[in-house]
Nanobody, 115 residues
């Protein structure tokens, strides 16, 4: 079955950096579109970045220039490098892919940006 396992979250001061990882199994990773979402308390889950199987990348405006999504098809892993973090980036971050019409989500990893 499809499994997505995120790691790399934690507590960081404003202006700091974190790198999130999402290890995937049960899919042909190189053919999969991989996305990062986040959900802050009391807010809807929002798309942060997506990297398509063909390499095209999209970022939500609020993270452009600060976050970088990348993938390593040999390791079946997608990354989210987050720089210049702000308190507003505090959220649970989730990895997502889809197989046909079904979406698969990881369990999430918490990112807290606070001094």
């Amino acid at each position: 079955q499809v499994q997505l396992v995120e790691s790399g979250g934690g507590l960081v001061q404003p202006g700091g950096s974190l790198r999130l990882s999402c290890a995937a199994s049960g899919i042909i990773f190189s053919s999969a579109d991989m996305a990062w979402y986040r959900q802050a308390p009391g807010k809807q889950r929002e798309l942060v970045a997506i990297i398509f199987s063909g390499g095209h990348i999209y970022y939500v405006d609020s993270v452009k220039g600060r976050f970088t999504i990348s993938r390593d098809n040999a390791k079946n892993t997608v990354y989210l490098q987050m720089n210049s973090l702000k308190p507003d980036d505090t959220a649970a971050y989730y990895c997502k892919t889809n197989l046909g019409l079904r979406d698969y989500w990881g369990q999430g990893t918490q990112v807290t940006v606070s001094s």
